[in-house]
């Protein structure tokens, strides 16, 4: 159910084929929970108002307070009704809003918001009550999206679901109807890997899942559950007291989860809470998923809460559990898979006495490329792999290199492209030639860039150069 958003309060405070990874200014943002947003009633010259935008970093188990941020007019009076990719939801009556304000990235006095169509009424359900929601890319802006129109899906509490693409501003929402009735006990989310929409069904025995195409059908695969553990009746018995929940969630090398979470309601901190997950196995056959359960899931930790569940590589977040599953909803706490144990976090310290709930939203991290200005004396960064010969069916083993001999490629917004250099007299061989953040040629082996000078001759009101390399044309 929704959350109100702000509240303004005084405070007191060999193979040829190869791999480019060009990491030109990127910055990743660690998970983070929503608390909430304070901010003295007054105004900016530009007449929004002035907030602090206050989050839990579960890395650090601390306090993290984003101060003097610019918050919008239009999402002052509006609510929180979820999170996907970093980005924040909004909601006021039927309106909708998509704004990376929560994000410690974003520009302190300019949150991006992006305006949805208004929500239509649907004869069977309801869209009063939003769930969850769902986002198909990291980015709902349509030209910085490399995985192509970003697809928005918003689930009701209830069997309604409505889809959208905020790129394309002429089309709105697309009403479907979810074939079964689901409550509080599953998440709708994107898998990137099945380009899909994925819902558990009731029981957690069925999988529903929708394409980006919107005419077409749900799509029901089978789970069927092996290695499930052998636990005393009694504790059936007690799981099945439980408020139980079913997620699935996608890890960033795509492999997939389902996480049932077991809670005591009410919540009471000395009964912990349980959860079982089981991983996807490579033998899944068509129509069917064939799930293992499993006490081990590695380098990785999975958030669940309201916001659309996600994983993350525990290690590239120093300070997060590896091996666990971080929960917010009936619980607040961190869950150890191994030693079935639940550590409940302590109430930040430095948070306001008059925050008493806090919003049960985590926040994925949040990556920026395109908004963060190029800066010369801030060289690109370039990785290359190269395919290997012993690649077998449907998996490329990929080695990293610094030797691609007489190539040279070329990357922009065209469709990349390889040369061989000797064939073009003054190409650098062994090096890449770059046209987006950068206008240069990097060196794979020196790992420099030389950036190029403005050609001499050009006119003076030509300022921007078009973004397309051209391959070589033949006749």
Same mark, same amino acid.
């Given at each position: 159910?929704?959350?109100?958003?702000?509240?303004?309060?005084k405070?007191?405070?060999?193979?040829?084929?190869?791999?480019?990874?060009?990491?030109?200014?990127?910055?990743?943002?660690?998970p983070y929970l929503?608390?909430?947003?304070?901010?003295?009633d007054?105004?900016?010259?530009c007449?929004?108002?002035?907030?602090?935008?206050?989050?839990?970093?579960?890395?650090k188990?601390?306090?993290?307070?984003?101060?003097?941020k610019?918050?919008?007019e239009?999402l002052v009076?509006?609510?929180?009704?979820?999170?996907?990719?970093?980005?924040?939801?909004?909601?006021d009556?039927?309106?909708?809003?998509?704004?990376?304000t929560?994000?410690?990235?974003?520009?302190?006095?300019?949150s991006?918001?992006?305006?949805l169509?208004?929500?239509?009424?649907?004869?069977?359900?309801?869209?009063?009550?939003?769930?969850?929601?769902?986002?198909?890319?990291?980015?709902?802006?349509?030209?910085?999206?490399?995985?192509?129109?970003?697809?928005v899906a918003?689930?009701?509490?209830g069997n309604?679901?409505?889809?959208?693409?905020p790129?394309?501003?002429?089309?709105?929402?697309?009403?479907?109807?979810?074939?079964?009735?689901?409550?509080?006990?599953?998440?709708?989310?994107?898998s990137?890997?099945?380009?899909r929409?994925s819902?558990?069904?009731?029981?957690?025995?069925?999988?529903?899942?929708?394409?980006?195409?919107f005419?077409?059908?749900?799509?029901?695969?089978e789970?069927?559950?092996?290695?499930?553990?052998?636990?005393?009746?009694?504790?059936?018995?007690?799981?099945?007291?439980?408020?139980?929940?079913?997620?699935?969630?996608?890890?960033?090398?795509g492999?997939?989860?389902?996480?049932?979470?077991?809670?005591?309601?009410?919540?009471?901190?000395?009964?912990?809470?349980?959860v079982m997950?089981?991983?996807e196995?490579?033998?899944?056959?068509?129509?069917?998923?064939?799930?293992?359960?499993?006490?081990?899931?590695?380098?990785l930790?999975?958030?669940?809460?309201?916001?659309?569940?996600f994983?993350?590589?525990?290690?590239?977040c120093?300070?997060?559990?590896?091996n666990?599953?971080?929960?917010?909803g009936?619980?607040?706490?961190?869950?150890?898979?191994t030693?079935?144990?639940?550590?409940?976090?302590?109430?930040? #310290?430095g948070? !306001?006495e008059? /925050?008493t709930?806090?919003?049960?939203?985590? %926040?994925?991290?949040? +990556?920026? $490329?395109s908004?963060?200005?190029?800066?010369?004396?801030?060289?690109?960064?370039?990785?290359?792999?190269r395919e290997?010969?012993?690649?077998?069916?449907?998996?490329?083993?990929?080695?990293?290199?610094?030797?691609?001999?007489?190539?040279?490629?070329?990357?922009? #917004?065209?469709? !990349?492209?390889c /040369?061989?250099?000797?064939?073009?007299p003054? %190409?650098?061989?062994? +090096?890449? $030639?770059?046209?987006?953040h950068?206008?240069?040629?990097?060196?794979?082996?020196?790992?420099?860039?030389?950036?190029?000078?403005?050609?001499?001759?050009?006119?003076?009101?030509?300022?921007?150069f078009?973004?397309?390399?051209?391959?070589?044309?033949?006749?």
């Open positions: 159910m929704s959350q109100l958003l702000f509240r303004l309060s405070l007191s405070s060999r193979n040829n084929n190869v791999l480019i990874h060009k990491n030109s200014r990127f910055l990743s943002t660690s929503i608390l909430g947003v304070f901010g003295d007054f105004r900016s010259a007449g929004n108002f002035l907030s602090d935008i206050l989050l839990f970093d579960p890395a188990e601390e306090l993290l307070t984003v101060r003097d610019t918050v919008p239009e009076c509006s609510q929180v009704m979820g999170a996907s990719h970093g980005w924040g939801f909004f909601s009556h039927n309106s909708v809003c998509i704004s990376d929560f994000s410690p990235l974003a520009s302190k006095s300019d991006k918001v992006i305006t169509p208004p929500i239509t009424s649907m004869i069977y359900g309801q869209t009063e009550v939003v769930w969850n929601v769902a986002m198909s890319s990291s980015s709902p802006y349509h030209q910085d999206n490399e995985e192509g129109d970003c697809v918003i689930k009701f509490l309604h679901l409505t889809m959208c693409r790129g394309r501003r002429d089309l709105g929402w697309t009403n479907k109807l979810i074939p079964f009735v689901c409550f509080e006990n599953s998440n709708l989310m994107y990137k890997r099945e380009q929409f819902l558990p069904a009731p029981g957690g025995n069925y999988l529903c899942s929708w394409d980006l195409h005419e077409n059908e749900p799509k029901f695969t789970l069927v559950f092996r290695n499930i553990p052998q636990f005393p009746q009694s504790e059936w018995e007690l799981m099945d007291s439980c408020f139980k929940e079913d997620h699935w969630v996608e890890s960033p090398c492999q997939s989860f389902l996480v049932k979470w077991y809670s005591h309601v009410p919540s009471i901190r000395c009964k912990e809470p349980m997950v089981f991983r196995d490579q033998d899944t056959n068509e129509g069917t998923k064939t799930m293992s359960y499993t006490e081990d899931i590695g380098d930790c999975i958030f669940l809460s309201k916001s659309e569940p994983c993350v590589v525990a290690s590239s120093p300070g997060l559990k590896p666990s599953i971080y929960l917010m009936h619980s607040f706490a961190v869950y150890d898979i030693t079935k144990t639940a550590r409940h976090f302590e109430r930040p #310290k948070l !306001p008059s /925050l709930h806090f919003l049960p939203y985590w %926040l994925a991290p949040f +990556s920026m $490329y908004h963060v200005p190029s800066i010369r004396c801030k060289e690109p960064m370039v990785m290359v792999f290997d010969q012993d690649t077998n069916e449907g998996t490329k083993n990929m080695s990293y290199t610094e030797d691609i001999g007489d190539l040279c490629i070329f990357l922009s #917004k065209s469709e !990349p492209f /040369l061989v250099a000797s064939s073009c003054g %190409l650098k061989s062994n +090096s890449i $030639y770059l046209m987006g950068s206008f240069a040629v990097y060196d794979i082996t020196t790992k420099t860039a030389r950036h190029f000078e403005r050609p001499k001759g050009l006119p003076e009101s030509l300022t921007h078009l973004p397309y390399w051209l391959a070589p044309f033949s006749m």
